[in-house]
């Protein structure tokens, strides 16, 4: 089951919002740090940077069928490198 936690941030005119200190210390966020803010169809979720990374692996990983060595950074670069000359 899907952990959904539901808190109100009110934002400020100029933009800016402050997450509750709990939550912040739960995410690891407790020395500042930077969030990621999608917006999607049914609203705008807010991930941490480690999040992000791992939600960006797991598309990786469907669309390259489970063979790691592809969806890895490294060979992404290697390969990129081949494709431009380098």
């Known amino acids: 089951m899907e952990l959904v936690v539901?808190?109100?941030?009110?934002?400020?005119p100029n933009g800016r919002m402050s997450l509750p200190a709990d939550l912040r210390k739960r995410l690891g966020l407790s020395d500042g740090g930077a969030v990621f803010l999608e917006e999607t169809e049914d609203g705008v979720v807010l991930r941490t940077a480690a999040q992000a990374v791992a939600h960006a692996r797991a598309i990786a990983k469907r669309y390259t069928k489970d063979q790691a060595d592809e969806a890895s950074s490294e060979s992404f670069i290697a390969h990129r490198r081949t494709e431009s000359g380098e």
């Open 6 to 12: 539901t808190i109100q941030v009110n934002i400020t």
